[in-house]
């Protein structure tokens, strides 16, 4: 079965500029995650849809993240405008019911 | 809320040693736990689970026991190799929001030939 894809796999932007990340999780998993995972850190949430429902948000920095995901199926994730501490990799991440995730290679957000 | 703790890396062994990571959680309810590892430029991986007290994970040579009465599941592993060479991640699910998992730190292991 294909995996979680996510695009693009690096980036480089500069602070006060807008990015946006695309995850395509595995068919058929009504979950999906975003998780920001800050160098020497575990991943921690963002985000969780259930189909194209919100979950859980609660940690989202609203001001300057949003996300959606279209059709119950892929999702994007934007930051606008990018602060420096938004330096981190963005993990996509689907599941099916709570046996466990299954993660994309991540996006690696570098803000200068 | 909940949390997980493990212990604090790196961890540099040599090949073949025995291996040891700690993890202690604090959940409400009767989390599932994951450990979860991370190889060099890549994504983490699901390395093994259990879903209940008393419940072992096994998987690639590793294995977990979910013990409550200690809130602990360790990662061990008989004999190293430099394949294993990753970083660590413990992690639960309280299973009451559909699967949302708390992760620790991770613990980075070095093996030497």
């Known amino acids: 079965e294909a995996g979680v894809a996510q695009s693009p796999r690096y980036k480089i932007i500069e602070k006060r500029q807008s990015v946006a990340f695309w995850c395509n999780p595995i068919?058929?998993?009504?979950?999906l995650y975003w998780y920001q995972q800050i160098l020497g850190q575990g991943p921690k949430l963002l985000i969780q849809?259930?189909?194209?429902?919100?979950?859980?948000d609660s940690q989202l920095p609203k001001d300057r993240f949003s996300a959606e995901r279209l059709k119950g199926v892929d999702s994007t994730l934007k930051i606008q405008p990018a602060k420096l501490e938004d330096s981190a990799v963005y993990l996509c991440?689907?599941?099916?019911?709570?046996?466990?995730?299954?993660f994309g290679s991540g996006t690696r957000l570098t803000v200068v | 809320g909940n949390s997980v703790t493990q212990m604090e890396g790196p961890v540099t062994l040599s090949e073949e040693a025995f291996l040891t990571i700690n993890c202690t959680y604090t959940?409400?309810?009767?989390?599932?736990l994951f450990w979860y590892v991370q190889y060099p430029g890549e994504g983490l991986q699901l390395l093994l689970k259990?879903?209940?007290?008393?419940d072992k994970g096994s998987n690639k040579g590793f294995e977990a026991t979910y013990r409550k009465e200690t809130t602990s599941f360790h990662l061990e592993k008989g004999s190293v190799q430099v394949s294993d060479s990753a970083v660590y991640f413990c992690?639960?699910?309280?299973?009451?929001?559909?699967?949302?998992?708390?992760f620790g730190d991770g613990t980075t292991l070095t093996v030497k030939p």
């Open positions: 991440a689907s599941s099916l019911g709570s046996n466990g995730y299954t």
């Open positions: 068919s058929g998993h009504a979950t």
């Open positions: 849809f259930q189909n194209n429902g919100v979950v859980d």
């Open positions: 959940a409400t309810g009767y989390p599932s």
């Open positions: 259990a879903t209940k007290a008393d």
């Open positions: 992690a639960l699910s309280d299973g009451t929001n559909a699967g949302k998992s708390t």
